[in-house]
């Protein structure tokens, strides 16, 4: 049983890693992005859009994260 534990944290680990890695290549394109548009307006809707999908894709993480947590306390 104790090695099943061991596995799960482990697997949730590398799937936290995973997500910050992940957040980290959104920032540097969002990054890139607010770069180019200070120079052409014409990618300030593109911007909005990444930042949008930046948004529900962490709302996913932390929503997900809250679920656990509380089926856990059940």
Request: one cysteine or more.
């Amino acid at each position: 049983m104790m090695d099943l534990h061991r596995r799960e944290w482990a697997a949730k680990d590398k799937l936290i890693h995973a997500i910050a890695r992940s957040q980290g290549a959104l920032s540097r394109i969002l990054d890139s992005v607010a770069d180019v548009a200070a120079h052409d307006s014409s990618n300030n809707e593109l911007a909005k859009k990444l930042v949008g999908n930046i948004q529900v894709l962490s709302e996913c993480i932390v929503s997900y994260g809250v679920k656990k947590i509380v089926h856990s306390a059940l």
